[in-house]
């Protein structure tokens, strides 16, 4: 048996339980077979059992008063997957849904798609299986200040630096410094990323995903003759990553026709009118249905995975993993897709991609499309770290410079190991080579 197979059964094995953290080393996995062939020193080095086997998992009990003075208890949960070339790096993601294999296959992907930033950070990746649904602003307070009591101990500006994901975002960043702060009893804003800007935040963090999407979406589609300007794009989840890829279409010229959250979707044929959406979900942590009490021509549509039988260019899924499984790929294949960029992490399946890819739609895939969230957190820390802020054109144009470069590596390292343009395979070749130099030459076994 090869190595690649070889190691990946003993993944298996030990892993049997965690489909979605399989699922991501499979697909990694399948792009590397060259990479090994070329390099017997990886072999020798044993770097791929090295790499699916997280430096350290810590799990811990998160308990927390609600408003009727019961305690509740959740479960917390951090992954330090891979330190070699910077302190762990990655969101917390706060979802009902979460368990480890959840938390392993995001930390998993957060190692390659740190590593095409460029910049010095490391893997990593946490949550809790909290719902902040439904809850008062004083509840998600005290479970994050629970949270960070457990966590502060594991985590530091050149150690372990969190940031948001679903159900995370600059609330809960805030009550989360604010507890690290007390516990440590100093100003060492660099632990965490996507702070408010009062308190060392960065300009375009807010932005920085979904805008990077679309650099990254443009830079692939101008790459293969095409432009954004008046195609059509349909757009899963209504969240941070999602109302900023829409923003960065609409300013792009092309036009937004469908969007969701877990209940289902709006159409708008006049396009998506995005400031009501940021107000009904971001500011009122609404449903997405009550656009229609503002726009009453457009449709909602129950389940939110109907939105991919709809007629569009580009399709960005920007909501959760396995959004688009082979079917779904399909109805948009027939109805004339001709590029999907992976806003949400892993949101297509294995297959799904593989079907994109045999009938020729362009794929930008998670790892690297939407490295321009984590790549701004970085430009955060670097930002703290020299006690200094950036204006917003700044960290625009180095996010813009950060993801095109991205563009160009995942490109030459897909033909330089025989995959033709296929950005799939080049995101996960070119993440891999930068982590395998550095556990080379850190010997680190
Ligand atoms: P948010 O919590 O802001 O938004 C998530 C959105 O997806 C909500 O509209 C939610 O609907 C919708 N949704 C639909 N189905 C599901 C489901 N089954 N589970 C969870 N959410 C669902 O998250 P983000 O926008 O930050 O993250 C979206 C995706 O982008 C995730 O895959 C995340 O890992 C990824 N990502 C995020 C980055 C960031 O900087 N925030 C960076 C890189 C990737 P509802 O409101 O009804 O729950
Ligand atoms: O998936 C991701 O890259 C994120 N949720 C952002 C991580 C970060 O540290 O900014």
Redesign the pocket.
Known sequence: MSYVSDVFTRVKARNAFEPEFLQAVEEVFESLVPVIDKHPEYVKANLLDRLTEPERQIFFRVPWVDDRGEIQVNRGFRVQFSGAIGPYKG?L?F?P?VYIGIIKF?GFEQIFKNALTGLPIGGGKGGSDFDP?GKSDAEVMRFCQSFMTELYRHIGPDVDVP???????GREIGYLYGQYRRIRGAFENGVLT?KGLSYGGSLVRTE??GFGLLYFVDEMLRYNGHQIKDKVVVI???????TYACKKVNALGGKVIAM????GYIYDENGIDIDLVITI?TVNRG??KTYLNHHPSAKFVEG?RNIWSLKCDIALP????N?IDLEEAQLLVANGVIAVGE???M?CTNEAIKYFLTHNVLVAP?KAA?AG??ATSALEMSQNSSRYAWTFEQVDEKLKEIMVNIHKNAAEASAAYGFGYNLVAGANIAGFKKVAEAMMAQGDY
């Open positions: 969101g993601r979802h849904s995001l649904k940031a948001g994901d679903i159900g995370v975002g996507g920085a995903t899963s989840g209504a969240g941070n990553v999602a969701s959250d877990s209940e979900k449903k997405l939110h920007c909501a959760t993993q959004d806003g949400a992490n949101p998670a939407n969230g984590v």
